[in-house]
């Protein structure tokens, strides 16, 4: 096999599940502008939250100690047990449920029928509000995100020296792509796989589209608004964790996590903000595109650190062919 | 007179119950606007109520009190017997109100069988743990009230148009499914507001056929705004008429006809 054909593959691949992870976060913007109409800011400091709040309860600290030592005088900072990652992962899930309640409680139940740009502002308002309590909660520093830390190294191992020696064998050339990568792919396609399905067939998934839909037609067939929003926030926040998880455990959890938002961006651009499968390819088109531009025509031609940009650059050559994204709402105005 | 739990026998033979909803001096204001000022009616179990009114009268104000999506001011709303506290229009869904809009609210995305599936969701009670499993209990009542859904559909003639996006349906169809998905719901009451509402005479005709199908068929008691006076003259068991936020006329149609104050209202009076 031709060596730079097969190079050129191996980052295809490699663009692929970046891909994912992108569309891990768009996925969360997503769900809650389709049921509200809200651009949440803070979908990216969510997945920091959230993923500070795993590691935070898998290594036992204890919340707010900088807070509870400066005022009673203490020096608490663990509880001096480790909590399982099943387990941990669990209690998260809870937090954020929680979280995703009084966000709707205190914030947004107060601006319903507001502009857009209104919630807009509310949602930059939060974001650093919880970078905030995340900082105090659990403190500041870079944290390693193991989610096996405990029971050894529970990802299946394996599946790269396997992938990479079965396409040696078959084409000449080992494709290598990381064990992560691997995971983080097959956890995407059961997340959305599992989105879609709630959505489609369950009571609570149908009552969510209606709301997504028309909001007095949803009232008038018995549909809560608020519990529909509690709902969608916490199905967003449950997004933000698994991103959380992948790109925590890939690069640390760290205050920039929170930045992998304005990676999601380009990524609602191309797939518009109201489609799940526009979510999933869009995030495909990044993340190879960007691969794939640095490592053909980037590096060679242009300095390289392509990467930077180039997805800003991409979804604004699409924003004025295709502003609606790939598979948005059409707007059409009737006269 | 009628007392309130008394029933009786329409000429055609169906049997109107005893009152199932109250309204007690209802006043409604916008900021300085009375849009209904001290309005009291009732509404009987099997009836075809009508309020009618021209443009401005307060009729789809009124609908909204009803509906939940307005709260009035002044004055009760009395349903089943017993005083409704102000609730959400949500609520006011659950406990078995089902309306339909004048600008029609429908699930544009949806098919129209999913949308008429919405109007069942009322009737779900399995929790979403069970719903996410998809298993057992939960398959059940999804088969139980699709089985409903269906009926609807076949009863209201738009099986052809099933598994068609609302959005793409003729303005006559989309009304239509409105009704299918309110009647769903299986309502003590359906409201609807301005049913026949920008639709030509052909299409008046069937929509007038299935209110009165409906029923017929189901016993459904329903209450329904119209400005347009023969339609719901011919339809409606007693008609309310408004004008001006005030409630000027209550009876049969034949002394609403016959009624002064309401000829003034539709004719216009010389004032000298």
Redesign the interface.
């Known amino acids: 096999m031709n060596e730079q054909l097969a190079f050129t593959i191996e980052v295809f691949l490699n663009g692929l599940m970046a891909g994912v992870l992108y569309a891990l976060v768009a996925l969360g913007f997503v769900l809650i502008y389709k049921a509200s109409g809200i651009f949440n800011y803070a979908q990216g400091v969510m997945a920091l939250f959230a993923a500070m709040t795993l590691v935070g309860i898998q290594n036992g600290q204890v919340p707010f100690a900088h807070l509870i030592n400066a005022i009673f005088g203490t020096d608490v900072h663990k509880f001096g047990w480790h909590v399982h990652s099943f387990a941990a992962i669990l209690l998260t899930v809870i937090v954020m449920i929680a979280l995703a309640w009084m966000v709707q409680q205190f914030v947004f139940k107060h601006l319903v029928g507001q502009e857009p740009i209104i919630l807009f502002m509310a949602t930059i308002g939060l974001a650093y509000f919880l970078e905030g309590v995340a900082d105090l909660m659990w403190g500041s520093e870079l944290k390693a995100l193991n989610v096996c830390a405990s029971e050894g190294n529970c990802l299946p191992q394996g599946m790269n020296v396997w992938l990479e020696g079965t396409t040696y064998e078959a084409l000449g050339y080992g494709f290598f792509i990381d064990n992560l990568d691997i995971v983080a792919s097959i956890v995407a396609a059961v997340l959305v796989a599992g989105l879609v ?2 959505a489609q ?7 969510m ?2 709301v ?3 909001h ?10 608020n519990f529909i929003w509690v709902l969608v926030w916490s199905l967003a926040g449950f997004v933000a964790l698994v991103a959380g998880i992948m790109w925590g455990a890939k690069s640390g959890v760290q205050f920039s996590l929170s930045l992998i938002a304005l990676k999601a961006l380009p990524v609602l651009m191309l797939g518009g903000f109201t489609s799940i499968p526009g979510a999933i390819i869009g995030g495909l088109i990044i993340g190879v595109g960007e691969k794939l531009f640095e490592f053909l025509i980037g590096a060679p031609f242009l300095g390289g650190a392509t990467e930077n940009w180039f997805a800003y650059m991409l979804a604004l050559v699409f924003l004025v062919f295709r502003p609606q994204g790939l598979f948005g ?1 059409k707007i059409i105005e009737r006269v | 007179m009628l007392d309130q739990t008394d029933s009786y026998q329409t000429a055609d033979g169906r049997t109107i119950g005893p009152v199932v909803m109250e309204m007690k001096n209802i006043t409604l204001r916008f900021g300085g606007v009375e849009a209904i000022k001290d309005i009291s009616f009732d509404i009987r179990e099997g009836e075809i109520r009508a309020i009618i009114g021209p443009n401005g009268a307060g009729k789809s104000s009124m609908l909204n009190v009803i509906s939940g999506f307005y709260v009035p001011q002044e004055g009760e709303v009395w349903y089943k017997g017993s005083r409704r506290p102000a609730m959400k229009p949500f609520q006011v869904a659950r406990q078995g109100i089902a309306r339909t809009f004048q600008n029609i609210a429908l699930f544009e995305g949806m098919t129209v069988l999913d949308n008429v599936m919405t109007g069942r969701l009322t009737h779900m009670e399995t929790g979403l743990f069970a719903q996410s499993l998809w298993k057992g209990k939960a398959e059940a009542e999804e088969i139980a009230n699709r089985e409903v859904a269906e009926k609807i559909i076949d009863f209201l003639e738009i099986q052809a148009i099933r598994k068609t996006p609302v959005a793409r349906l003729p303005y006559g169809l989309k009304k239509r499914v409105e009704l299918a998905r309110a009647l769903a719901a299986e309502p003590t009451i359906l409201l609807l507001d301005e049913p026949m509402a920008g639709m030509n005479v052909e299409e008046k005709e069937d929509m007038s056929r299935f209110i009165l199908d409906v029923n017929d068929e189901f016993g459904t008691t329903i209450a329904l705004i119209e400005h347009d006076m023969g339609v719901v003259m011919d339809l409606s068991d007693r008609v309310v008429v408004m004008d001006y936020g005030k409630k000027i006329g209550d009876g049969t149609p034949d002394e609403v006809r016959n009624n002064q104050e309401v000829i003034d209202a539709y004719l216009g009076v010389a004032h000298d």
């Open positions: 399905i709630f067939y369950t009571k609570q998934g149908r009552a589209r209606a997504a839909d028309d007095q037609a949803a009232l008038s067939v018995g549909v809560s608004l709402e």
